[in-house]
C-alpha cells in the first residue's frame, strides 16, 4: 500500500537552504568589490566634468550640477599630438614583440637545438631585471644608434624588453601543438619558414590575442623609457599626462580628463580582445 505525503509537509533539504544563502552573500560580497573598484573611475569622471572653480575638498565625491565638457577639448589640445605617438608607439612595438616571441617560440618549442634550453632560461632572465638597473647603458647604447629622441629608440628599446615575456607565451603555446604536424610538414618537404607560416601560424591566434593585449598595454602605460629616451616632437601620452598636473596651481579637471582620454584605446583592446584573453591563457597553460 502506497502513503502519500502531503505536499504542506515536505520541507526544503537543509543544504538547499545553505548553498542559496552562501550565494547570495558571495553576489553582495561582489557587488562591495565592484563599487570599491569603481570609485575612483566615478571620481575621475565627476572631477573632469567639473569647472576649476568647482572642485574642491568639500565636494570632491559630488556629482556637478553642470556638466563641462570643455575639459575634454582642452586636454586633447594638449596631448592629442602625443595620443598619436603612443599609439604609432604601441602598435609597432606590439607588432613586432609578437612576431619575434612567435618565432622565438616556434624554434625553441619545434626545433630543438643545442643549448636551446639554456638560450630560453638567460631570455626569460631578463625579466626580472628592473628598468632602473639598465636605464643607463640603454641610454647610451640608442644613442650609439642614432636613435635617441625618436620615437624608434622607444620601440627599440620596448620590443627588446618585451622579447622574454612573448617568447615564453608562445614556447608555452607551441609545446601543446602535436609534433606529429611538424613531422608530417617536414616529410613533405616543407622548411622551417613554410612550416610557420602554413601549420604553426594558423593555429597562433589564442596566443596572439594574449600578447597582442600584454603588450600594448604594457608600451602604452610605460613612463620611464618615455621620459628618457625622447624629446618633446616624440614623447607618448604618459608624459605629457604628468605634464598637465605640473606646477603649483593645477586645474584637476584637465588631467582628469586627460586621464580618461589617454585610457581608451587601451579599455577598446580589452572590450574587442578581452574575452580572448583568458582562453589564450588557458590555451598554454597546460601541455597535452
Do not use: C
Amino acid at each position: 500500500m502506497t502513503t502519500t505525503v502531503p505536499a504542506s509537509t515536505v520541507q526544503p533539504a537543509p543544504a538547499s537552504r545553505k548553498t542559496g544563502l552562501g550565494r547570495i552573500g558571495l553576489y553582495v560580497l561582489l557587488v562591495i568589490a565592484a563599487l570599491f573598484f569603481l570609485l575612483p573611475i566615478y571620481l575621475l569622471v565627476a572631477t573632469a566634468l567639473k569647472t576649476p572653480d568647482a572642485i574642491n575638498l568639500a565636494t570632491t565625491w559630488q556629482w556637478p550640477r553642470a556638466l563641462n565638457w570643455a575639459s575634454f577639448a582642452d586636454a586633447w589640445a594638449k596631448i592629442g599630438g602625443n595620443v598619436g605617438n603612443s599609439l604609432f608607439l604601441a602598435v609597432v612595438s606590439t607588432i613586432l614583440a609578437a612576431f619575434l616571441g612567435s618565432l622565438n617560440g616556434y624554434a625553441l618549442s619545434k626545433w630543438q637545438f643545442r643549448g636551446a634550453n639554456i638560450l630560453f632560461a638567460l631570455m626569460l632572465f631578463g625579466m626580472f631585471i628592473p628598468y632602473q638597473a639598465v636605464l643607463i647603458p640603454l641610454f647610451q647604447f640608442v644613442k650609439s644608434l642614432g636613435l635617441y629622441g625618436s620615437i624608434w629608440g622607444l620601440i627599440l628599446a620596448h620590443v627588446v624588453y618585451g622579447l622574454p615575456i612573448t617568447t615564453l607565451i608562445f614556447r608555452n603555446y607551441y609545446a601543446e601543438v602535436p609534433d606529429a604536424l611538424v613531422e608530417a610538414a617536414t616529410i613533405d618537404g616543407a622548411g622551417f619558414w613554410s612550416i610557420y607560416r602554413q601549420v604553426i601560424l594558423p593555429l597562433s591566434v589564442p596566443a596572439f590575442v594574449v600578447v597582442v593585449i600584454w603588450e600594448f598595454t604594457q608600451v602604452w602605460n610605460e613612463f620611464l623609457f618615455a621620459a628618457t629616451l625622447t624629446n618633446t616632437t616624440s614623447q607618448p601620452v604618459t608624459y605629457a599626462l604628468s605634464q598637465l598636473a605640473g606646477g603649483q596651481a593645477v586645474s584637476w579637471n584637465l588631467p582628469m580628463a586627460g586621464a580618461i582620454l589617454a585610457a581608451l584605446p587601451t579599455l577598446l583592446v580589452y572590450i574587442l580582445l578581452g574575452r580572448y584573453f583568458v582562453r589564450g591563457l588557458l590555451a598554454g597553460s597546460v601541455k597535452g
